[in-house]
Structures are given as C-alpha cells and as structure tokens.
C-alpha cells in the first residue's frame, strides 16, 4: 500500500467515524492526495518608497475600505 492510499484510508475511516457531523453528500466526495514541494524560504515582495518587504501572497485586488455592502 502506498503513501497516498494510506492517507486516503485515514481519511475514509475519519468520515466514517464523523459521518453525522458531515454534509449529506459526503458519498460524492472525490478523496486526491497531492504532494507538496517545500521551500526552504519564503518569497519577499518589495513595496515601493517605504523599502518595506512582505512575504508573498495571494493578490489582493480592493482595499477593505473600498468594499461597499450592496
């Protein structure tokens, strides 16, 4: 048995055990396991003038102050 069928297993005897609290579609649900690949750091952005460097995310496109509740 491999890696990923053990995992997938954990996860089959997990949902079994936890069935209640689950969505009733939890029979549809596709089960993938990926690997992921590790880095050893972290990707810095620079901001502009203030030399300020955050590490990297995902986009964000409009500041909370400009969101409107419709």
């Known amino acids: 048995m491999t890696e990923e069928d053990k995992i997938k297993e954990k996860i089959k005897t997990w949902i079994e055990e936890n069935r209640d609290k689950l969505p009733l579609n939890i029979d549809s649900w596709n ?3 990926f690997k992921r690949e590790k880095t050893s750091r972290p ?3 620079s901001l502009g003038k203030y ?3 955050i590490i990297r995310s995902d986009p964000f496109y409009k500041p909370y102050s ?3 509740i419709l």
């Open 31 to 33: 089960i993938q396991v």
């Open 43 to 45: 990707k810095t952005i």
């Open 51 to 53: 030399n300020a460097e």
């Open 66 to 68: 400009k969101t409107s």
